[in-house]
């Protein structure tokens, strides 16, 4: 380490003072140097096979490497005969290489660790609210950016896939901090007094600092200024491992959102089931306003989606675990939706479990006969719009009547198909169920198939079902 910081003092300052008297201070620098840093490396090869090393003489090894090419550029400076460059410096320290690299990860992860555990909430711009131990962890991920650039690895094909491994390690750092900053928000800062989830500015600073930290990383990228010489796919390579660590870190925001969001769920259904709409708003209001005053704003779009999701299995799960008051319960869907509208779009509300809750309630303020209508209607329009767009398979035939108020007698006669397997193969059998499901629940669990009719598009089936309703479904 001395021989490496003089090798930078000597060159940059003592230099010029020794240049006003024409000494060769380089030479004579060299010849002192020069042969205690040979007998280093020569001792580094011998070593080879005793690792692994003690952390002390790994970090030793890097600071003679560093001395050991900072007199090759000396050398090189005053044409002086180099033993160094015959020795071979790259060969007498490659088998360290992944020794020193793990060790700057490890080093990296250490200091995080203390950063956050002396944490503080500092406010970076006019709006939004971050902590010390983002703008430390900033500080540390840039420090092995510069230990990469020090190493500068001669050998370009081994430098690739070194630092491709570097980075890698540097996107491990970057996910250690999110997931030991999530474990402290968890153990203190999630919960109140009388154990309910609540939402604080704590959890608004975590997920800005784990926000600013995902975006230094093509930053980051570029300044570790990988060459991807002599390598097939080389640049595809760093460019899949960037977007593969930008994926990790977004799967863990979006898995911590949704683990907190879910906390909440117990109290969205405690009030939805209260069939009161406007406790559901103040509560989901007293609890976002803070995180839209706290929050950059791409992070809180992702939490407001989140929790609108999380809503709608609230509603979903009061709708099939106890009886409920339909009227009331659409209403709390549609002026939930109002509430959520004015920060999401059309398109992220709109999603197919909203349109599965809506039409389902929809359905179920209607009376039997208008469902049942409804449900003909629909199919109807299937029907129309395969025809219209040669989409169809055939024609089936089949007859349907009541042998009594509650049984329904199907007759699968036949089928006239136009179309075969990919194979060429014509096995066809038919499934008959009753519709609308919501009318009849248990009916229309039970699929009735007929038996499989081989070789032929022209099956005459002639099976006959007899189907079972309940009174009740009958009305």
């Not at 491990?172 to 999630?190: D, F, G, P």
């Not at 992220?348 to 409804?374: C, D, F, G, M, S």
């Not at 009849?440 to 002639?462: H, M, Q, R, S």
């Amino acid at each position: 380490e001395a021989c490496c910081a003089k090798c930078k003092v000597i060159k940059e300052h003592i230099g010029s003072l020794f240049k006003e008297f024409q000494v060769d201070y380089l030479s004579i620098f060299i010849q002192v140097i020069e042969p205690k840093l040979t007998e280093l490396s020569r001792l580094c090869i011998a070593k080879e096979k005793s690792l692994p090393l003690d952390r002390d003489t790994v970090i030793a090894y890097y600071q003679a490497y560093l001395a050991c090419r900072q007199i090759e550029v000396c050398a090189c400076a005053v044409d002086e005969p180099s033993a160094l460059k015959e020795l071979n410096i790259s060969r007498c320290y490659e088998h360290l290489v992944g020794s020193w690299i793990e060790l700057a990860s490890v080093m990296c992860r250490e200091r995080i660790s203390k950063a956050i555990a002396i944490d503080e909430a500092v406010r970076m711009t006019d709006e939004v609210m971050f902590s010390t131990s983002v703008t430390d962890t900033n500080v540390f991920l840039h420090q092995m950016v510069s230990f990469w650039k020090s190493l500068d690895w001669p050998d370009t094909e081994q430098a690739f896939g070194y630092g491709l491994k570097h980075f890698e390690n540097l996107g491990q750092c970057v996910l250690y901090y999110v997931e030991t900053c999530y474990q402290q928000l968890s153990e203190k800062y999630l919960y109140d007094s009388e154990g309910r989830v609540t939402i604080s500015e704590r959890i608004c600073i975590f997920f800005n600092n784990v926000d600013h930290l995902k975006k230094q990383i093509p930053v980051v990228t570029h300044k570790m200024e990988i060459r991807p010489v002599g390598q097939q796919n080389a640049s595809r390579s760093l460019e899949v491992l960037m977007v593969q660590m930008e994926q990790n870190i977004e799967e863990k925001i979006q898995g911590f959102m949704e683990q907190i969001c879910e906390k909440l769920t117990p109290e969205i259904s405690q009030r939805i089931s209260e069939e009161h709409p406007m406790a559901l708003e103040e509560f989901l209001g007293s609890n976002l306003q803070l995180l839209n005053e706290n929050l950059v704003e791409s992070i809180y779009k992702k939490i407001l989606h989140t929790v609108w999701k999380v809503t709608l299995l609230a509603i979903e799960e009061v709708m099939v675990g106890k009886k409920y008051d339909k009227t009331v319960l659409h209403r709390t869907l549609t002026s939930i939706k109002v509430f959520f509208s004015e920060a999401l779009s059309k398109e992220e509300l709109e999603i197919p479990h909203y349109k599965v809750l809506l039409n389902t309630l929809e359905n179920r303020l209607l009376p039997t006969h208008a469902l049942i209508a409804k449900c003909c209607s629909e199919l109807t329009r299937q029907q129309e719009l395969a025809k219209t767009s040669n989409t169809t398979c055939g024609e089936l035939f089949i007859s349907v009547g009541y042998r009594t108020d509650t049984m329904v007698e199907l007759n699968v006669i036949k089928a006239e198909v136009n179309t075969t397997h990919k194979d060429g193969s014509s096995d066809i059998f038919v499934y008959s169920w009753i519709l609308p499901q919501l009318i009849f629940t248990e009916c229309a669990k039970k699929k009735y198939k007929t038996d499989i009719v081989k070789g032929t598009l022209e099956p005459n089936f002639c099976k006959e079902f007899i189907m079972y309703l309940s009174q009740q479904q009958c009305l």
